[in-house]
């Protein structure tokens, strides 16, 4: 694993952390596929009942360090698609897919590709002086990917006044539009953070993985399906108990 990201397996917590604090936690695409190597390892895991992000330092992520780009990069959309596209889904594609919950917590900037990556996760806890934005469009790039990553998290009015505002919002901000799950002061984050995943722990992972399956599927059916699978899912639980 590169030196700019560390795990450590902390009993049921799985803990991913950027370290990259000189650079804003920004992320290289090498990075990136590290980060969906990490998580979907940790995810596969039958100890692991949570798996936390977080970036070390004062911003949570300033988005991706495009320093560190190819010289001579792919000019084929093809090209592009695969060196470029394809490392940023498959992170968001790992945190969606990983059985257990992943939790994302957020002090200082989450900028650009930050934003988009606390979004996709399933739980974002925030400090209250965190700052949210989305500012792609102010070099005329449409944010379509993280603009992904966001789409099933907030509603569309909210993303698209992110998107085109290419402006910063605040912790109180991000958790009215549905980007951020709780709000913390920053001196109490680490403690909210750890009392939420201590009552994690002490949950049984069949529990927790059957809440993360529900959602993933309910909120595309019907409602007669979602209330089919509700009583499915339920009762394989019961009936293993």
């Excluded at 604090?21 to 990490?38: F, H, Q, S, W, Y």
Aim: proline residues 5%; aromatic residues 4%; charged residues 20%.
């Amino acid at each position: 694993m590169s030196d700019d990201l560390k795990f450590e397996q902390d009993g049921a917590i799985a803990r991913l952390t950027i370290d990259r604090p000189d650079k804003g936690n920004m992320l290289t695409l090498a990075m990136v596929r590290e980060v969906a190597e990490t998580v979907a390892k940790a995810g596969a895991d039958s100890a692991t009942k949570a798996i936390v992000l977080r970036g070390n330092g004062k911003d949570f992520c300033r988005g991706r360090d495009l320093s560190a780009a190819p010289e001579h990069g792919p000019t084929t959309a093809l090209e592009i698609r695969s060196a470029l596209m394809e490392p940023i889904l498959g992170a968001y594609a790992a945190i969606k897919g990983a059985p257990v919950p992943v939790i994302s917590v957020v002090n200082g900037l989450a900028n650009g590709f930050g934003c988009a990556l606390s979004a996709v996760c399933d739980v974002t806890i925030a400090a209250d002086d965190a700052r949210f934005a989305l500012p792609e469009l102010e070099a005329d790039l449409p944010p379509t990917l993280a603009m992904y990553a966001h789409l099933d998290r907030i509603p569309t009015k909210s993303l698209l006044w992110l998107v085109y505002s290419t402006g910063q919002i605040d912790a109180a901000q991000a958790l009215a539009h549905g980007l951020v799950s709780h709000v913390a002061p920053a001196a109490d984050l680490d403690k909210t953070v750890e009392e939420f995943l201590a009552q994690l722990s002490g949950r049984s992972r069949e529990s927790i993985i059957t809440c993360k399956k529900y959602l993933g599927h309910a909120r595309l059916m019907d409602t007669n399906a979602a209330s089919d699978l509700a009583g499915n899912l339920l009762s394989v639980v019961l009936s293993s108990k």
